[in-house]
């Protein structure tokens, strides 16, 4: 009787079966266009005050043109939200976010050799330190909100985040 031969490690390997989350990639580039016409900026909350008032981070039912500002962890936490009808609810902040992903889990992926590419898939992508940041590619572009400038698109190898990427998860 032949037994089909398995590798001590496959039971692990199964329980780390990467996922994907059910984000719509073309709401997701219509909703940083959408905040962009609003004139939403880039702006990390000081104070409560400033949480109640909109600027920093938004609720999941504020409407864009209600958003002041918003930091870079409130922009991805609240655009996924969006882009998934809210199906995909991550908490606040970067450091929680990485965290979020790499528990989901999302596969880990290498900046410099995916985020050029033009294959239709989304990528989240941190940088650690004090203060942190947190940002999306698809099809060689960020998707971000970043200095002073609220949510925005540019080129996915700008020189400080392709510097500083310290961890990339394949998104869709």
Not at 32 to 45: D, F, L, W
Not at 90 to 119: F, I
Not at 137 to 162: A, C, M, V, Y
Request: aromatic letters at 8%; charged letters at 15%.
């Amino acid at each position: 009787m032949n037994f089909p031969l398995q590798s001590p490690h496959a039971e692990h390997a199964a329980a780390l079966a990467y996922k994907t989350l059910p984000v719509d990639t073309q709401q997701l580039v219509v909703l940083v266009q959408a905040m962009r016409s609003a004139g939403v900026k880039y702006r990390i909350a000081k104070n409560d005050k400033e949480l109640a008032a909109g600027i920093g981070k938004a609720n999941f039912s504020t409407p864009i043109p209600h958003i002041k500002a918003i930091d870079c962890s409130g922009f991805a936490r609240y655009a996924l939200f969006k882009a998934s009808s809210g199906r995909v609810v991550m908490p606040d902040g970067s450091c929680h976010q990485n965290e979020w992903c790499r528990h989901q889990p999302l596969a880990p992926v290498n900046y410099q050799k995916t985020a050029g590419l033009m294959d239709g898939h989304l990528r989240i992508t941190f940088f650690q330190g004090h203060p942190g940041h947190v940002w999306m590619t698809l099809n060689g572009k960020t998707i971000e909100s970043h200095g002073h400038l609220g949510p925005d698109q540019r080129d996915w190898h700008t020189p400080t985040l392709f510097a500083r990427a310290s961890v990339c998860y394949q998104v869709t």
